[in-house]
């Protein structure tokens, strides 16, 4: 079965600096990676996704991840973070056969700071 | 505009007292799923279906019942709600039963059973 680590609970960054949060998973063939974020009050939007080709894949909202197979590592990153990028992150994997479903992260939660 | 739809978005009741949380896509999706997140958990995916009639077990379906007799809906059922089931739950849904499609969220709905 997939699963998905997220060692960061929390992360506070100040406003401008660069962010990366780490996601690891777990699964025996190719997967499917997600991020996803939830603003306070709000449903998941999805950021990026990666199914195959380039490894390092663009989102929305200037959003960037890297899938490193080696490292079972598809790390979330943006240069330079604003206020509004405060959130929680939630990488997602999903197995590439049929009608698949996705497995969750715990979730990161983003604190940007003035 | 394209979109997940929830009621109630806040609820309290008691244990025991019946009540269906309710579900409608306008996208023609044939793939719909419930999930609950509760802190330090994450998004468990507790019932999905793949299309009218075909509904299966996600990894925390006990206590919890789900039909869908028309494509664009998707209720979720307490027969007999208890304080465990205090949670946040969303409904999602997407193309085809494929990874490839987005999942689409709505913006969740607020349960307490006291």
């Known amino acids: 079965a997939q699963s998905v680590t997220q060692p960061d609970i929390h992360i506070t960054v100040s406003e401008g600096a660069s962010l990366e949060l780490r996601c690891n998973y777990s699964y025996g063939a190719t997967p499917y990676l997600f991020w996803y974020v939830q603003s306070p009050g709000q449903g998941l939007q999805l950021l990026l996704k990666?199914?195959?080709?380039?490894?390092l894949v663009q989102g929305i909202k200037g959003f960037e991840a890297e899938f490193k197979r080696s490292q079972s590592s598809f790390n979330l990153r943006k240069p330079s973070v604003h206020w509004s990028d405060a959130a929680e992150y939630f990488c997602a994997v999903g197995a590439l056969s049929g009608y698949s479903t996705l497995t969750f992260g715990k979730g990161t939660m983003l604190l940007v700071s003035p | 505009e394209a979109q997940v739809t929830q009621n109630p978005r806040y609820l309290i009741t008691v244990t025991g007292k019946k009540l269906t949380v309710t579900c409608s896509q306008n996208m023609n999706h044939e793939y719909m799923s419930w999930y609950r997140q509760d802190p330090g958990l994450g998004l468990r995916q507790i019932y999905y279906s793949m299309n009218v009639e075909v509904t299966d077990k996600g990894d925390v379906p006990e206590g919890y019942k789900v039909s869908r007799k028309e494509k664009r809906n998707f209720p979720l059922i307490l027969e007999s709600p208890s304080p465990n089931q205090t949670s946040l739950y969303f409904c999602a849904s997407r193309p085809g039963g494929g990874l490839t499609g987005e999942l689409f969220f709505g913006e969740g709905s607020r349960l307490t059973v006291l």
């Open positions: 990666y199914f195959s080709g380039d490894t």
